[in-house]
């Protein structure tokens, strides 16, 4: 497993040492698998596994979707179809930002230890950010639905 970035292959290891849970590797090696975070919880899962361009821009697609099928009456349908994509392709998502971010640091850092300290540092979780965009999107889902 890994990918090539500036003729650089991305190990296994390091794949590990960045998800630094080990739900993810294991997953990585299947063709199709379904991760039940990203399906129940696309905004925050996203926010949480520290890809906030891809929790803004997920968030930025629903809401104009979601207003532009609301009109027809379907937005609940979109939402469903969301989900359930994201449950099936959030860790693949999730690896090819992985790959991304370590061959990024990889290629900057020469030093082994410098460059699993930085690899550490970039992956993992990050609770304060899923608290703050959950607490988001409750505030903007009430602001919406409250007038109804």
């Known amino acids: 497993?890994?990918?090539?970035?500036?003729?650089?292959?991305?190990?296994?290891?390091?794949?590990?040492?960045?998800?630094?849970?080990d739900y993810y590797p294991e997953k990585w090696e299947k063709s199709v698998s379904f991760n039940a975070g990203a399906f129940f919880f696309t905004f925050v899962w996203l926010a949480?596994?520290?890809?906030?361009?891809?929790?803004?821009?997920?968030?930025?697609?629903?809401?104009?979707v979601f207003?532009?099928?609301g009109e027809l009456g379907i937005s609940w349908l979109y939402g469903i179809v969301l989900f359930v994509i994201m449950g099936f392709i959030g860790n693949r998502l999730y690896l090819h930002f992985a790959?991304?971010?370590?061959?990024?640091?990889?290629?900057?850092?020469?030093?082994?230890?410098?460059?699993?300290?930085?690899i550490v540092q970039a992956g993992?979780?990050?609770?304060?950010?899923?608290?703050?965009?959950?607490?988001?999107?409750?505030?903007?889902?009430?602001?919406?639905?409250?007038?109804?």
């Open 67 to 69: 207003f532009v099928l």
């Open 1 to 21: 497993m890994g990918v090539a970035y500036n003729d650089q292959k991305v190990s296994a290891k390091k794949l590990s040492e960045f998800a630094a849970y």
């Open 48 to 64: 949480y596994r520290k890809m906030y361009l891809f929790s803004f821009l997920y968030y930025l697609l629903s809401a104009v």
């Open 99 to 118: 790959e991304n971010k370590i061959a990024r640091i990889s290629s900057m850092y020469s030093d082994p230890d410098e460059q699993r300290k930085r």
């Open 124 to 148: 993992g979780t990050n609770f304060g950010a899923a608290f703050f965009v959950g607490v988001v999107y409750v505030a903007l889902f009430i602001g919406v639905y409250g007038s109804y």
